[in-house]
């Protein structure tokens, strides 16, 4: 069970509030038309799939009903950080495994 | 290989059953294999087997991280069925149904096969509708079927709540008498004797780490017990398989995510049949030994920890009570989570792969045991000929570039 964050109504709350969305971060082509079939094919359907840390979008359906990113880690679920939508994580896969000052971004992160 | 019988156990009651053969050998890996089978569980071993017995293809290793059946393949609610909507998909799972109505006298090992029905549910206009539709494709493609009643539900199966107060009150179901359950470790354990007595190598505790290329094929695997070397490898590895195709360097369209089940104390016989409903999201059946078998829905979220969130076990168990209101206070004795990889049309990948000699056969999510024998039958004329069986031939990955996909989410649902 998570306790989540949520960056909008700035309050934990219970994972059964929220629903998850998938992958986080990702762009529609600006130009269907232009887009072969490829990279179309890799926009619907071809997903990161980490085992790790992971950025994915959430939804607090029964809250304030505002999409947010969550950065979590898909071997021991933890939550890294939350944060809004247009903005970028603090939390990486780079970042966790240099170590580099992963932790104090996460509690600002969760925080901000 | 020392064969089963009523004899061979009349015989081995005089020595106290002291002197059975064991299962398997423990063998040592070799420098080189013809083949290696990347993943132990029932879709692996079910391959090698039938590469050693149909293709005369012997010089086979299995190679798996963990022990033998310990993936998806145990962790299953067992349901065996074959009525998807698709012809692809259909062709594929009947495919399986007909091995599965042999596979015990094939093996020599007792699967426990039963095929007490499967009744899928509807509780709505729409439900009854997707079910004619679906029922009527699974006759013309000679799959059994038949749209069923309330009242027949009734006979077959009573414990069932079919009366007009019920919350989601059921208006019919598919039938489908030639589905049902089958032992899942069994079945692993009935493909890897069966493939080991004719030569193949299963390798436990061995975990693949990465592929060994040269210009564009693979020749072989790095394992944490060295590198065996491989003319074909095929990767049979369920929720691990976005792992290993990023260890050969490409993509696939998977994500991993939790999926539950749990089992109640064993009960006297209640249940007939497997009951399956889409709509209030819930799945049962009573194996033999009494215990009521629950499955539930996958975790939204993806997951590698072999766990999913307790709010789904609850839900699913709202579920089983709404159907079943007799069951409301039967205790829960365990409950376990595994990792189902699942693509964009809840079909499995038979493929090629952009790394010659290197095939993967994954995607199968939340149900893919009922195909175990067929899946593995493919594959091991695919990996025999170098070329994909016309049955596996619809199920590449290029579908999700070239947009045939083969949408089974109706009949896949919460369905397994
Ligand atoms: C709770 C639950 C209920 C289900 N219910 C049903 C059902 O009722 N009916 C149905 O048809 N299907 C059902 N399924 C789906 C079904 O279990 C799977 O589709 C099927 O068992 C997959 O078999 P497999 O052999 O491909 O995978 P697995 O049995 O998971 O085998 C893959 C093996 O690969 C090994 N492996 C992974 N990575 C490596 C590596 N790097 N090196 C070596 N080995 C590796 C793993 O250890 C594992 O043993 C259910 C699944 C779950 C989790
Ligand atoms: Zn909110």
Redesign the pocket.
Same mark, same amino acid.
């Given at each position: 069970m998570f306790y989540i964050y949520c960056p909008y109504c700035a309050e934990y709350r219970e994972e059964e509030e929220f629903h998850p969305k998938g992958q986080a971060h990702i762009a529609r082509p600006l130009d269907p038309m232009a887009t072969s079939d490829d990279a179309w094919g890799d926009y619907l359907f071809f997903r990161d799939n980490p085992r790790g840390v992971h950025h994915e979008l959430w939804v607090h359906a029964v809250g304030c009903r505002k999409f947010f990113n969550v950065t979590r880690d898909t071997r021991t679920y933890a939550i890294l950080e939350t944060y809004r939508i247009g903005e970028q994580p603090s939390v990486t896969a780079d970042s966790v495994s240099t170590g580099s000052a992963a932790s104090t971004a996460t509690l600002t992160g969760v925080q901000a | 290989m020392q064969r089963y019988s009523g004899f061979s156990l009349v015989k081995h009651a005089l020595s106290h059953h002291e002197n059975w053969q064991r299962h398997w050998r423990n063998p040592a890996p070799k420098k080189e294999y013809d083949v290696v089978i $990347?993943?132990?569980?029932?879709?692996?071993?079910a391959t090698a087997y039938y590469l050693a017995k149909e293709h005369g293809i012997t010089n086979v290793a299995v190679?798996?991280?963990? %022990?033998?059946? #310990?993936?998806? =393949? *145990?962790?299953? /609610? /067992?349901?065996?069925r074959s009525n998807y909507l698709w012809d692809e998909a259909a062709a594929l799972y009947e495919h399986a149904m007909k091995l599965w109505e042999g596979l015990s006298q094939d093996l020599n090992y007792n699967v426990m096969f039963s095929q007490r029905g499967v009744l899928n549910l509807g509780h709505t206009l729409q439900d009854m509708r997707d079910i004619q539709r679906r029922v009527n494709a699974n006759r013309l493609n000679g799959i059994d079927g038949e749209v069923v009643t309330p009242e027949r539900i009734k006979e077959i199966e009573p414990a069932l709540d079919v009366s007009a107060r019920a919350r989601y009150p059921i208006l019919g179901a598919s039938w489908q008498p030639r589905g049902g359950v089958a032992r899942?470790d069994a079945v692993?354990w009935g493909f890897a004797r069966g493939a080991d007595a004719l030569g193949v190598d299963l390798l436990q505790q061995?975990? $693949? /780490?990465g592929f060994k290329m040269l210009d564009g094929k693979v020749v072989g695997v790095h394992?944490n017990r060295g590198d065996i070397g491989a003319k074909t490898v095929g990767c $049979? /590895?369920?929720?691990?398989s976005g792992?290993?195709a990023k260890m050969a360097g490409f993509q696939l369209p998977l994500e991993s995510h939790p999926?539950?089940?749990l089992v109640s104390e064993p009960l006297k016989p209640i249940l007939n049949t497997v009951t399956m409903s889409n709509h209030v999201h819930g799945?049962i059946s009573q194996s033999d030994k009494g215990d009521l078998v629950i #499955? *539930?829905g996958i975790d939204g979220y993806l997951g590698y920890g072999q766990r999913g969130s307790f709010s789904i076990v609850e839900h699913t168990l709202q579920a089983i009570v709404e159907m079943f209101p007799v069951f409301s206070r039967v205790r829960m004795n365990r409950q %376990? #989570? #595994?990792?189902?990889d699942t693509t964009p049309d809840a079909c499995p990948i038979i493929s090629r792969t952009p790394v010659r000699g290197l095939y993967f056969?994954?995607g %199968?999510? =939340?149900?893919?045991?009922?195909? =175990?024998p067929g899946?593995g039958n493919v594959f091991a004329w695919s990996l025999a000929h170098g070329q994909m069986h016309p049955i596996a031939a619809p199920f590449s990955i290029d579908r999700f570039r070239t947009g045939a996909l083969i949408d089974e989410h109706g009949a896949a649902g919460v369905a397994?």
């Open positions: - | $990347v993943g132990g569980g029932g879709h692996g071993l190679i798996e991280k963990g %022990w033998l059946g #310990g993936g998806n =393949t *145990a962790r299953n /609610t /067992t349901i065996v899942h692993a061995t975990e $693949v /780490t394992t $049979v /590895t369920a929720g691990n792992t290993l999926l539950q089940a799945y #499955g *539930a %376990w #989570g #595994g990792i189902v056969n994954c %199968w999510g =939340t149900g893919g045991f009922k195909a =175990t899946s397994h």
